[in-house]
């Protein structure tokens, strides 16, 4: 069993920055794949952003050139830099990973970009 723990989500201005945490703990198997999904009030679930160890990441269009993430194996936690924010980055940002074939997933966090 993998437990999800993510952190730094808030209430930011347009054009303001916020920085999210998920840190992964119970497994004692090595986690090659962190990342972030993101859902808006009545919308569908959006892939934003992973991150795999060996340092490749992926973006989903409406996020690349201003969204950053990284990956501290050691750590086992993911981050997602996410800078010149709009209000239609305004959802719930879920964690997750994959340990041996099975999806985890944190219970998420709110970002709300407002002014």
């Known amino acids: 069993q993998v437990r999800l723990v993510e952190s730094g989500g808030g209430l930011v201005q347009p054009g303001g920055s916020l920085r999210l945490s998920c840190a992964a703990s119970?497994?004692?198997?090595?986690?090659?794949?962190m990342g972030w999904y993101r859902r808006a009030p009545g919308k569908e679930r959006e892939f934003v952003a992973n991150?795999?160890?060996?340092?490749?990441?992926n973006y989903g269009d409406s996020v690349k050139g201003r969204f950053s993430i990284s990956m501290d194996n050691a750590k086992n936690t993911v981050y997602l830099q996410m800078n010149s924010l709009k209000p239609e980055d305004t959802a719930d940002y879920f964690c997750?990973?994959?340990?041996?074939?099975?999806?985890?997933w944190g219970q998420g966090t709110l970002v709300t970009v407002s002014q």
């Open positions: 991150a795999a160890t060996g340092g490749s990441t």
């Open positions: 119970g497994s004692g198997a090595t986690i090659y794949v």
């Open positions: 997750y990973t994959r340990v041996r074939g099975v999806s985890y």
